[in-house]
T-cell receptor, first 115, second 112 residues
Framework: GNSVTQMEGPVTLSEEAFLTINCTYT??????LFWYVQYPGEGLQLLLK?????DKGSNKGFEATYRKETTSFHLEKGSVQVSDSAVYFC??????????????FGKGTHLIIQP | ETGVTQTPRHLVMGMTNKKSLKCEQH?????MYWYKQSAKKPLELMFV???????ENNSVPSRFSPECPNSSHLFLHLHTLQPEDSALYLC???????????FGPGTRLTVL
């Protein structure tokens, strides 16, 4: 079956530091990969996505590249801000054949940015 | 209202109570989902509905009963829950061909 493994936090960084959150996956076929972010008291928001190998998703300074050879989708940001403090979830899903399969999530990484 | 809305946002219930969670999407999507988010665990997919038909029940106990009267509304009926059912329940939606899901803010459920 499908599974997602991501580094567990909390991850604590200083403002303007470089961020990497690792994510690896196991899946059959060719899934799409996602990073979602959850701020306190809110639901999940899509941060970025990649739908095929070597695609790079990017949004709000965050980037992740779909690496099929290493089955990874690591999240990076060059200079984090206090407002980036949140929980980040790596996920995969299959949307082929017109189906509506659910997503498989990692456990989430709590990111804390200190001023 | 836009996006995916969920009511109530917070719910406290006893083990013998019956309550319902409501989800509504205003995005014209055809598929809707219930997920359970517990501390220290990955989000767990509970149910999937596509064009009002249930397409997946992820081995969820029968004390959770979903209902999808149309593509815009999804309910989760709760009865005789256990304290370990306390969690954040998230609703999501998507449409065929759209390669992502949109989430609501969740209902924080506490079972006493």
């Amino acid at each position: 079956g499908n599974s997602v493994t991501q580094m567990e936090g909390p991850v604590t960084l200083s403002e303007e530091a470089f961020l990497t959150i690792n994510c690896t996956y196991t899946a059959t076929g060719y899934p799409s990969l996602f990073w979602y972010v959850q701020y306190p008291g809110e639901g999940l928001q899509l941060l970025l996505k990649a739908t095929k190998a070597d695609d790079k998703g990017s949004n709000k300074g965050f980037e992740a590249t779909y690496r099929k050879e290493t089955t990874s989708f690591h999240l990076e940001k060059g200079s984090v801000q206090v407002s980036d403090s949140a929980v980040y979830f790596c996920a995969l899903g299959s949307f082929s054949g017109g189906g509506a399969d659910g997503l498989t999530f990692g456990k989430g990484t709590h990111l804390i940015i200190q001023p | 209202e836009t996006g995916v809305t969920q009511t109530p946002r917070h719910l406290v219930m006893g083990m013998t109570n019956k309550k319902s969670l409501k989800c509504e999407q205003h995005l014209g999507h055809n598929a809707m989902y219930w997920y359970k988010q517990s501390a220290k665990k990955p989000l767990e997919l509970m149910f999937v509905y596509n064009f009002k038909e249930q397409t997946e029940n992820n081995s969820v106990p029968s004390r959770f009963s979903p209902e999808c009267p149309n593509s815009s509304h999804l309910f989760l009926h709760l009865h005789t829950l256990q304290p370990e059912d306390s969690a954040l329940y998230l609703c999501a939606s998507t449409r065929t061909g759209l390669n992502e899901q949109f989430f609501g803010p969740g209902t924080r459920l506490t079972v006493l």
